[in-house]
């Protein structure tokens, strides 16, 4: 049983290390199926060209977060790289409640809180790259971080890489179709 919520929504959780391609796969995937809801995190970091606040996150100062923090609104909550980064408890209770299907893109240490949490409610899919080389050609070829940021991320990711089989599925991003088909397959199952 679930710690905190009931209802027939359902949870699936994706979790990957920076620069793996999980963006890409999810945005796929949410256009395939637009029944999937995806959660709307917190986060102190800076927006990306791009982005907008209240879409791929709720952009707040660190002041801002903390004070979030000690109200007790997040259902989790984690340090990724330098920033923090939090999930609304209030918007995925009501959304569950609501029979909505949940998406998450979580960091390890969050998906690690999620399934304390939720138990088996939260199907997590880890999606590894084919290597950390690759991972890093990704990154930069992505362009949006500096050499210190890069760093940050490549060291997380060797850390998160020994998790990958921690999880309830793992899809390989090596060829973005081939990955693409096994994270529909899953999902399909899940979702029914
Ligand atoms: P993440 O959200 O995991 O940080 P992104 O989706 O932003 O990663 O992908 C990182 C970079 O790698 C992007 O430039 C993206 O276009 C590219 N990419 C994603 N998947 C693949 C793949 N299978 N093969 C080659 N490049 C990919
Ligand atoms: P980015 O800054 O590249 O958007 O995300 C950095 C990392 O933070 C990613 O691994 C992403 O999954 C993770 N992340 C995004 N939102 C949350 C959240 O609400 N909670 C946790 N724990 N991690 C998150």
Same mark, same amino acid.
């Given at each position: $049983? ?9 949870? %699936? ?8 391609? *999980?963006?890409?796969?999810?945005? !796929? ?38 004070? $979030? *923090?000690?109200?007790?609104? &997040? ?45 088996? *409610?939260?199907?997590?899919? &880890?999606?590894?790259?084919? =290597? ?5 050609? !990704? ?9 210190? =940021? ?12 020994? !998790?990958?089989?921690?999880?309830? &599925? *793992?899809? %390989? ?17 899940? %979702?029914?």
């Amino acid at each position: $049983m679930s710690k905190g919520v009931t209802g027939e929504g359902k949870i %699936i959780v994706i979790v990957a290390p920076s620069g793996t391609g *999980k963006s890409t796969l999810i945005k !796929r995937l949410k256009e395939e199926y637009p029944n999937l809801l995806e959660s709307v995190s917190y986060t102190t970091r800076g927006i990306r060209p791009g982005e907008k606040n209240g879409e791929s996150y709720f952009f707040v100062s660190r002041d801002e977060f903390l004070a $979030m *923090k000690e109200k007790g609104e &997040f259902l989790e909550w984690a340090q990724v790289h330098d920033n923090f980064y939090g999930t609304s408890k209030s918007f995925v209770e009501d959304k569950l409640k609501e029979g909505k299907f949940l998406l998450f893109d979580l960091d390890v240490q969050g998906t690690d809180s999620f399934k304390e949490y939720f138990s088996n *409610k939260a199907n997590v899919i &880890f999606i590894a790259p084919p =290597s950390v080389e690759t991972l890093e050609q !990704r990154l930069r070829g992505r362009g949006t971080e500096d050499e210190s =940021s890069l760093n940050i991320r490549l060291t997380n990711a060797k850390k998160e890489l020994k !998790r990958q089989d921690d999880f309830d &599925f *793992k899809v %390989i991003n090596d060829d973005l179709e081939r990955a693409y088909k096994d994270l529909t397959s899953i999902v399909s199952k899940v %979702i029914g």
